[in-house]
């Protein structure tokens, strides 16, 4: 993008014409869309980065920022199906499916974090509901420690190592919108052991670049709502796979957005803290980023070394430690026991609602170029 171009003149304010009603109504609601996207990533930056919370309201402002999107559109079609504008929403479209079978990889790795979720449970249960605490409860307790440390381990396929032999996904009935939707893979297979969410993340990422100012003019501003569309689907998938174990995690994806866009600081400034935290040193080898699964890896690990130093008959100090350090445990497992399957029905509903945006654009625009 030429350093020269200038959003503020060109793409929110003014474009050097007398304005009529219809002008002043698109530049309202394109003002009011970067405004609302800004003030959704500025929220984002006084959160808890990269938590579950967290990647829900995240995914909140994905939703929020496509409805807000499909609206304009739906307000302005007739100039969607104008050139340039018509190529940049149908790639917005075709970009967007991309995002499928990332949605199917994280399902998959919330599937993982459930089964570690059970192996914590296991550990509490065993030394935590018990009156007096013997060898056979801390020899439960040890083996599902070993089987949780086994099934953390930073293997390229181990995000699929629970549901690799599943077919399935998030259309509960893959035959329900066969008419319409048959020609989507993901809504019947999930992905494959080839799959890489490395380069998947590429392929979304290819073509992402800021309108030039001719652009912009000659489309009124509707440049700038598709490249911010982008730019907001690039995020959330590139954050998703930061957050959640998956096939193949890497985040080397290019991610640059002009500074005078309203939302470009707190977008980046999220962009840059979650790369700090990749490279940290006790999150590098990592299965992902999420708050939630860096506290697992604590609490098994102090759990591990306290079961280690155990000896029988257990002292009452020891004793009080261990009842102690359940009682974290449980902090732990509870979070995720009612954190998971929210956040599985919200990454589902994103999966839907790109099916439906995609086709329904697509749909509009095939009217348009037969009426024509």
Not at 311 to 317: A, G, H, L, R
Request: charged share 25%; glycine share 4%; proline share 3%.
């Amino acid at each position: 993008m030429p350093a020269t171009t200038d959003y503020s003149a060109t793409g929110f304010s003014h474009f050097g014409r007398p304005m009529d009603g219809h002008a002043d109504s698109l530049e309202a609601e394109l003002e009011s869309f970067h405004r609302n996207l800004a003030d959704r990533f500025l929220d984002l930056c006084s959160d808890d980065l990269l938590s579950v919370p967290w990647i829900q309201k995240l995914l909140d402002a994905f939703l929020s920022c496509q409805d807000d999107f499909r609206s304009i559109l739906f307000n302005h079609r007739s100039m969607v199906f104008r050139a340039p504008l018509d190529r940049m929403v149908s790639d917005y479209f075709e970009r967007s499916v991309k995002g499928l079978d990332v949605c199917n990889a994280i399902r998959d790795g919330i599937e993982q974090i459930r089964q570690w979720q059970k192996l914590l449970e296991i550990v509490h249960v065993a030394l935590g509901n018990q009156r007096s605490l013997g060898e056979g409860q801390f020899r439960r307790a040890k083996k599902a420690l070993i089987d949780l440390a086994i099934g953390m381990l930073d293997d390229k396929d181990s995000a699929a190592a629970v549901t690799s032999h599943r077919n399935r996904s998030f259309g509960r009935n893959p035959n329900s919108n066969a008419r319409n939707l048959g020609h989507f893979r993901s809504l019947s297979w999930s992905v494959s052991r080839s799959w890489s969410a490395a380069r998947q993340l590429q392929a979304i990422a290819t073509n992402v670049a800021a309108p030039r100012a001719n652009e912009v003019v000659a489309t009124s501003g509707l440049a700038v709502a598709v490249y911010a569309a982008n730019s907001v689907l690039l995020f959330a998938m590139w954050a998703l796979v930061a957050a959640i174990p998956c096939q193949d995690r890497g985040l080397q994806v290019h991610f640059s957005v002009p500074r005078q866009l309203p939302w470009a600081g707190p977008m980046m400034a999220l962009h840059e803290k979650i790369m700090e935290e990749s490279k940290r040193r006790d999150r590098r080898n990592s299965c992902g980023l999420l708050k939630e699964i860096h506290e697992i890896e604590k609490c098994s690990r102090v759990m591990s070394e306290l079961c280690d130093s155990v000896s029988f008959p257990i002292s009452e100090e020891k004793e009080k430690e261990v009842r102690q350090r359940v009682q974290e445990l449980s902090i732990i497992v509870e979070a995720l026991r009612y954190g998971l399957d929210p956040l599985e029905r919200q990454v589902r509903d994103v999966f839907h609602r790109i099916v439906r945006s995609r086709t329904e654009g697509l749909d509009s625009l095939g009217r348009a170029n037969y009426s024509e």
